[in-house]
Antibody, heavy 118, light 107 residues
């Protein structure tokens, strides 16, 4: 059974770096063809794809956020870490991590709401 | 980047109705499209991938069609649990993108 769970702070101050962890089970990120992505959703708005990390450590980033995003993985601990630098109130959103098989995003975590406010 | 538009942005339907919504891509993406259902306060769930392949475990009343730039999601016989927002998602090329969604509610 594939499960993913996001964890991290609920509140972050502007200009700080947001760090979120995705802990998963039911698959291994050293399996060819598998990846983990981060997607966010501002309150009441649509989904926004942010970044993915592949089984071979290849990474793909959103064009608009590339300079602020960092993604890494720890295959032995089954986790992926997302960092978003210099946050702004516009970064307030529910952040989801999700598994990708090939190119299809098939399983999602429940999401974690992050508010950026002073 | 491939832009996705969805229409309508919202629709009202009755239980048992046939519901159709569309997704259009700003450039051809072959069949590299998925559809997700998102109920309020929940994570999205995969319904359809490769434009028309039903994800395992998804009810057969959901169907998808299209290729290139025009795609359709159909619900044949709306059920109460189908009241949700539906998003299309292209995975043809980076950056991956989502449509703005179609919200389905009860008439």
């Amino acid at each position: 059974q594939v499960t993913l769970r996001e964890s991290g702070p609920a509140l972050v101050k502007p200009t700080q770096t947001l760090t979120l962890t995705c802990t998963f089970s039911g698959f291994s990120l050293d399996t060819s063809g598998l990846s983990v992505a981060w997607i966010r959703q501002p309150p009441g708005k649509a989904l926004e794809w942010l970044v993915r990390i592949d089984w071979d450590d290849n990474k793909e980033y959103s064009s608009s956020l590339k300079t602020r995003l960092t993604i890494s993985k720890d295959t032995s601990r089954n986790l992926v870490v997302l960092s978003l630098a210099n946050v702004d109130p516009l970064d307030t959103a529910t952040y989801f991590c999700a598994r990708i098989q090939g190119m299809v995003t098939d399983f999602w975590g429940q999401g974690t709401l992050v508010t950026v406010s002073s | 980047a491939v832009q996705l538009t969805q229409s309508p942005s919202s629709l009202s339907a009755s239980i048992g109705d046939r519901v159709t919504m569309t997704c259009r891509a700003s450039q051809a993406i072959d069949t590299a499209l998925a559809w997700y259902q998102q109920r309020p306060g929940k994570a999205p769930t995969l319904l359809i991938y490769d434009a028309s392949t039903l994800e395992t475990g998804v009810a057969s009343r959901f169907s998808g069609s299209g290729s290139g730039t025009a795609f359709t999601l159909t619900i044949s016989g709306l059920q109460p649990g189908d009241l949700a927002t539906y998003y299309c998602h292209q995975f043809s090329g980076y950056p991956l993108t989502f449509g703005p969604g179609t919200k389905v509610d009860l008439k």
